[in-house]
């Protein structure tokens, strides 16, 4: 609900010409980044949903980013997760690598897509957050606040609706069906 897209019809910009041709099939990272930030704003930040690939990708950037400005200019993002958090879930060889910028692995992760989990991985996520309340045995690894928010977990605040055919509402990248 980053308020800039071209149409707030259901995956309308994710399916479009423009959509391919800016951000889907560029590689390199400036032209990708550029992509992402070339449609212009149609709406306040936060009202209108829009399913875009290109806003989680730069959410990821900016993420990025601030790992660095932690951690040091050769901090990843990706590499962090995995380090953190797959490889003490268990997750199997598939889910430790991502697609990146200039299809190359000292790219920048994608966020948007590219990831690659076992019906086993999807378990063990899906138990870290929601049996798990963000623990690996008796570590902590995520944020309880995040992600009760980030479960909606509030029902004051369950994000913004979908213009989607079923009734979801999204918040902090995770959709969720209230009936």
């Given amino acids: 609900a980053t308020g800039h897209y071209a149409s707030s019809g259901f995956m309308a910009d994710e399916g479009s010409a423009g959509m391919s041709r800016l951000f889907f099939a560029p590689e390199a990272y400036p032209q990708k980044l550029k992509g992402a930030f070339s449609f212009s704003k149609q709406s306040a930040p936060g009202t209108v949903w829009v399913y875009r690939t290109c806003d ?31 490889t003490p879930l268990g997750l199997s060889q598939s889910a430790m690598s991502s697609l990146r910028t200039d299809n190359s692995p000292q790219g920048r992760p994608l966020g948007g897509y590219g990831l690659f989990f076992t019906r086993d991985d999807l378990v063990k996520i899906a138990s870290l957050l929601n049996n798990g309340q963000g623990k690996i045995g008796d570590k902590q690894i995520l944020s309880p606040t995040l992600l009760a928010s980030s479960l909606q977990q509030d029902p004051q605040d369950r994000g913004v609706k979908t213009s989607g055919a079923y009734p979801y509402q999204y918040s902090n990248e995770i959709g969720r069906a209230h009936v």
């Fill in 56 to 86: 989680t990708f730069l959410l990821v950037q900016a993420m990025q980013g601030f790992l660095q400005s932690k951690r040091g200019a050769t901090a990843n993002l990706f590499q962090m997760l995995v380090e953190e958090v797959y």
